[in-house]
């Protein structure tokens, strides 16, 4: 492994077998991850996109140590996760959206302090540490709060600088802004980035199905479906991709019975995706060129479905995934992960 690399993975894969226990046999196989080949360069803040399901959080768990591979190799900080896991994790920290992490009888200061400790770091050195990232994140008026009486926001700031605590060479960020308001999540955004700013040569691997959040954050983002990384590039090369295209959204009124097929069966039509509005339906477009838009429209015409509103617009990264796994990432949603 080059000495640039943070983390490094060889044809992993990840398999879950159930078995029988009545008649000790294989139940049933769920592959979780398959054939995952990624190199993270030292100080990038590297983003893993998909949705529930996809795979991103038993990677997290292998490259934490967590879990075994089935296939293939990772390494991490340069050690390799099934024979050095001793090395790896004093060099690493994970925080996970949601945890529930912590004594609720503890203050928030106590909490930490607590958690400081099994890495070893000396009383003084944690304690200014504490103060100085509480400060950060806007959370210093409640450091003599139990964590019981936080809310969920304030919780997860919690859990958020009980990660950068140990200021550890590769931290993993497993969709920490989940649950949180949009006030809560920019904050926490916020506070990532100057982080990474002001430590260049720290390694930070975020796991979203937000797509917003990978693109104001990440330097570069694989996007994984199914256990397979199916795209590894910058937010803006990913987009780059689509922008030969033209890419309209259309709000229409109830499409009787047209369906997405059928538009796509249009020349020039490369993608059609319809999804439900308020009152009406939302039709987003990828056509070969802007003069595909008139079919398009004169086939709405013949169903007497009426345009509210055609907007034409720049690519985003839900255009990306759409082009790359064929739906949107709202309609991978509701599959939980092993």
């Given at each position: ?80 996760v099934v024979r050095e ?194 009152g009406g339906a939302l ?32 690519p985003t990264l839900e ?20």
């Amino acid at each position: 492994m080059s000495a640039d690399l943070a983390i490094e993975t060889h044809h992993l894969g990840r398999i879950y077998t159930i078995r029988n226990r009545r008649e000790r046999r294989i139940r049933k196989e769920i592959v979780a991850l398959q054939d995952v080949n990624l190199e993270v360069p030292r100080g990038e803040l590297f983003g893993l996109l998909g949705p529930n399901g996809a795979g991103k959080t038993t990677l997290i768990k292998i490259l934490t140590t967590l879990l075994a591979p089935t296939t293939g190799w990772a390494r991490v900080a340069g050690y390799d996760v099934v024979r050095e896991p001793q090395k790896i994790r004093p060099r690493i920290n994970m925080v996970s959206g949601g945890e529930t992490s912590g004594y609720g009888l503890l203050t928030v200061r106590e909490n930490l302090w607590m958690f400081a400790q099994f890495y070893g770091l000396p009383s003084r050195e944690a304690n200014r540490r504490i103060e100085d990232l509480l400060r950060r994140i806007g959370l210093a008026d409640r450091i003599h709060t139990k964590s019981s009486d936080l809310s969920t926001g304030l919780r997860q700031k919690m859990n958020i600088v009980r990660g950068f605590l140990t200021d550890p060479e590769i931290l993993f960020l497993d969709e920490p802004t989940l649950g949180l308001d949009v006030n809560a999540a920019r904050d926490v955004r916020q506070f990532i980035r100057e982080w990474m700013d002001a430590h260049p040569d720290r390694t930070v691997l975020l796991t979203t199905h937000y797509m917003v959040e990978a693109d104001e954050l990440c330097d570069r983002v694989a996007i994984i479906s199914q256990g397979r990384v199916l795209a590894c590039d910058s937010p803006e090369a990913l987009k780059r991709r689509l922008r030969r295209e033209a890419l309209f959204d259309i709000e229409i009124t109830a499409p009787n019975g047209l369906t997405a097929a059928a538009l796509e069966a249009l020349p020039g039509v490369r993608k059609a995706v319809l999804s439900d509005a308020d009152g009406g339906a939302l039709l987003k477009l990828v056509l070969a060129e802007d003069s595909a838009l008139p079919g398009v429209i004169g086939v709405l015409t013949e169903r007497a479905v009426r345009v509210r509103h055609l907007t034409k617009r720049e690519p985003t990264l839900e255009d990306v995934f759409v082009e790359l796994v064929g739906r949107p990432l709202a309609e991978e949603e509701g599959r939980d992960e092993p």
